[in-house]
């Protein structure tokens, strides 16, 4: 099993740019996160997902979108990179939502 | 507030010494802890849970309500205990509040 992944590992944007950012886990998991970590700070949430065709806003939505067409997948979308969004990315599943968090191994986004 | 406090950025003890990691949280409920680790190299993956009781690598935690505290305890740190470790807090609605972090780093 590969647990949850993601992809890219590593991207680099200019301001006003888009991209997506897929993560995919393959343990059946209704649950799934974005967080975003930023230096001296926790993760923070993004947005998450209670199941296939379902999305909710976290404690920082703003500047991006998700989709989850599919149980195992969960896109994390930036219409329009800013600076502001240089970050690490997280995603992670769980079974249920008091439960366990697994994470996959991150994204490095530089805008410039 | 809803908070996750990591006092420690660094913490720096020799191979066999003991340790704490310290963690507070302010909440109104009935916290959820988590101790989350982070190897080198490695993704984020829990350690411990505070409602599971259990002792995972020799890490133990105890949930104070009191003091609103959730310290991780090793008593003989060794080298690979060497990472970053969250504390998290569930407070329902599917929010989970991780602090800051906490570098161990275990010296020869």
């Known amino acids: 099993n590969a647990g949850v992944t993601q992809t890219p590992k590593f991207r680099v944007l200019k301001t006003g740019q888009s991209m997506t950012l897929l993560c995919a886990q393959d343990?059946?998991?209704?649950?799934m996160y974005w967080y975003r970590q930023d230096p001296g700070m926790g993760l923070r949430l993004i947005h998450y997902?209670?199941?296939?065709?379902?999305?909710a806003k976290g404690e920082v939505p703003d500047g991006y979108n998700v989709s989850r067409l599919k149980k195992q997948n969960f896109l994390l979308g930036l219409e329009s990179a800013a600076p502001s969004q240089t970050s690490v990315y997280f995603c992670?599943?769980?079974?249920?939502?008091?439960?366990?968090?697994?994470f996959g191994p991150g994204t490095r986004l530089t805008v410039l | 507030a809803q908070r996750v406090t990591q006092p420690e950025k660094l913490l720096s003890v020799f191979k066999g010494a003991p340790v704490e990691l310290k963690c507070n949280y302010s909440?109104?409920?009935?916290?959820?802890l988590f101790w989350y680790v982070q190897y080198s190299r490695q993704r984020l993956q829990l350690l411990l849970r505070?409602?599971s009781r259990e002792s995972i690598k020799g890490f133990t935690a105890d949930l104070n309500k009191g003091e609103t505290s959730f310290h991780l305890k090793k008593p003989f740190a060794q080298e690979e205990d060497s990472a970053m470790y969250y504390c998290?807090?569930?407070?329902?609605?599917?929010?989970?509040?991780f602090g800051a972090g906490t570098r161990l780093f275990v010296k020869a």
């Open positions: 992670a599943s769980s079974y249920e939502q008091y439960n366990e968090q697994f």
């Open positions: 909440y109104s409920g009935s916290p959820e």
């Open positions: 343990m059946n998991h209704e649950y």
């Open positions: 505070h409602i």
């Open positions: 998290a807090l569930y407070t329902g609605g599917f929010k989970t509040i």
């Open positions: 997902s209670v199941g296939e065709g379902t999305t």
